[in-house]
């Protein structure tokens, strides 16, 4: 009789290893299945639809007197950090992002007529969940980034704004960091039109990029092998550190996360800047340094801390745009992307940073879909 | 011949096997230095005086329509924190904390009429002054708190506060930090007066409280022994986690990067809530973890914490109130320190942990006063 080595979840990876790289790999359809709702590119132009929040929503008054404050934990605050980036630089309005753990003791100052952001892929994050009532009970306006249709923070929030992930079931979170870095790139947008920060112009040409992130995507996931291979060189390496700038800096803390939770090695992320005031003097040649070197206004300081990580030593894993040659120069090892706006190369450098902690977790041979001691959602404070 | 082993350098260690150990030290009559000159206590009950800060800054219309935008590098970033948790708690004027590094590069808000505030014990950190230049630039007034006299970032600012922690010689900052946030804490209660946030008695009661905080802090270095004997055990670990909640969470991260610093091990601070996020991955029983348990509104929090893990095997060095009798049930050991009023304990509870990070650095041989890769005060971007 033939043994049938077949279950039912094995087939739901579709023949990926772990439900992690499937996740990695239905990026491209997930940010799309983000945008679709949001983006109208029937026309010429693309324009972006947030209805229900511009019912709810003065933003200019918002501009003029008011804040965000987004509130999320983990990967969801990575992406919050990013968000506000965006939305004061896109929209001009002030952000503020704090720890859910940390806002709701603190006797966080939020006035009547606040925006508060809550950004939580299962909608059921314990510390979100109460940072959310806490900001609406001082007279804020709850708005939502959830996964999760129908959970709780969902049902708690004014407005909810779903990304389309899909069931995310890896305890390490990707399509659920990228769709919600991909909303917020939106909501910045569209942020930015409304409180008349941004030129047509230029949010003509960023939804253009958005329209071609998943395409982007493509490509990145294409070079799984390359860094598949850094993976193998740096597999014994007990202490990492990733730096970026500005909105790298959010990449660089997720990439490290990451790495951290599936593969336990412990992996760090930094502001590129706060290298010099004390991590420096971590780095030897057994510490693989990641530097998100892309094309953008930080470029050539970025360059400038590569050169004092190398002459300190320190092996380099650079994240760098194609068609950038005078990163082979510095870097130890690099992982090319494609070139988009400098707004959008977050969702973008976060994907070979977690190909890179799969497969270091997998050559390590740990149970990368569930991490242990990690629950996927933190329902207890 | 007698050959005396004497130069002028080690005298002025005045004993003190290292320029750090001395500086630790110090802090009693450090502290008590940056009180006088703000802390009036000759009568009854003590006063504050800010008078220059009064003449500049309309502290009510802070309140009311502006913000505080503090901004600076590593250790004195970690000051910062604190002070956002003081200021807004204690005074209700929104505060926003950023790098340097990255506060220059992210087109930030600041409006005509905001405050900047710069910290750097050198007056000199490149990217901290670059950031307050920033901020004037756009319209704030410029307030300073900077340890050397006459310092480029003293003379740019309209406002100094002199911190009086004397010449600081070892690069791993110790009485700098501590004196940054006794000024910080009294830069809260006088705003929070001027405000009119705090009522009278409150402000008194902190005011003692900072009277008595040299005391308390002799208290501390009295329990020298006892943290050598906890170096000693941990020696040998390659990772540790500092753990806190709301004001201890900045101490955590300041104690991880004194040991990261001087010793060269892995050691990363993170608010207690988000562990469960991420970092409990790494913990085994080979990774110590310190957690700041003190007495306060996050106690019960925090014990929770502890408890996860300790279900995990992490081994728990705990930073308790004298008197807390549960602690020893779930700490592996433990550091008492006095009661003080919640809102002071980052100044009492950084001391133990300068001193831990010493005798591990101390035990391990490293050079502790000119750490590898490090200087002193970071001139260059």
Redesign the interface.
């Known amino acids: 009789k033939r043994r049938i080595d077949w279950s039912p979840l094995a087939a739901e990876k579709q023949g990926f290893k772990h439900f992690m790289l499937k996740e990695i790999f239905e990026q491209p359809r997930a940010v799309r299945d983000t945008l679709i709702g949001r983006l109208r590119s029937e026309d010429a132009s693309p324009s972006l639809e947030f209805a229900e929040l511009d019912a709810r929503v003065d933003v200019r008054a918002l501009a003029e007197r008011h ?1 965000i404050t987004i509130v999320a ?3 969801s ?1 990575h992406a919050a950090l990013a968000g506000k ?1 965006l939305i ?2 896109l929209a ?3 952000v ?1 992002v704090d ?4 806002f709701r ?5 939020v006035r009547e007529g606040d925006l508060v952001l809550a950004i939580s892929q299962s909608g059921e994050t314990a ?1 979100t969940k109460a940072a959310l009532q806490e900001a609406q009970r001082l007279g804020a306006t709850g708005l939502a980034i959830c996964n999760v249709v129908d959970s709780s923070i969902a049902r708690l929030a004014d407005v909810v704004l779903y990304t389309h992930a899909g069931p995310e079931i890896s305890v390490a979170s990707t399509k659920a960091f990228t769709t919600q870095l991909t909303m917020l790139s939106m909501l910045a947008i569209h942020l930015g039109k409304q409180s008349g920060a941004m030129a047509d112009a230029r949010a003509q040409a960023l939804l253009e990029g958005l329209r071609e992130m998943p395409v982007a995507i493509d490509a990145v996931l294409g070079v799984q092998a390359a860094i598949k291979i850094i993976a193998r060189r740096w597999v014994g390496a ?2 990492w550190l990733y730096l970026g ?2 909105l790298s ?1 959010p990449v660089a803390l997720e990439g490290a ?1 990451k790495l ?3 593969s ?1 090695v ?1 992996a ?1 992320g930094y ?4 290298m ?8 030897d040649d057994s510490v693989p340094v990641v530097v998100l070197a892309l094309e953008g ?2 470029y050539h ?1 970025t360059l ?1 801390n590569l050169e004092e990580v190398r002459s ?1 030593g320190g092996k380099i894993i650079a994240v760098a745009t194609a068609g950038d040659d005078a990163i082979g120069d510095v870097a130890d090892d690099v992982i090319l992307v494609p070139k988009v706006d400098a707004f959008l190369q977050p969702i973008l450098a976060s994907v070979p940073l977690q190909l890179l902690a799969y497969h270091v977790a997998d050559l390590k041979g740990t149970d990368v879909d569930q ?5 996927k959602s ?1 329902t ?2």
Do not use: M
């Not at 003791?105 to 100052?109: A, H, L, N, V």
């Not at 991490?371 to 629950?375: C, Y």
């Open positions: 804040k934990c983990g990967t605050w980036y004061e630089q001009r309005i002030p503020e720890l859910a753990s940390e003791y603190r006797e966080p100052i510390d007990r202490d700038r500005g800096f996360l951290k939770e599936i336990y412990h760090e502001a590129s800047g706060e010099k005031h004390g991590p420096i003097a971590l780095i206004p930080g300081k400038a300190r991490p242990r001691n990690l629950a933190v207890v404070e």
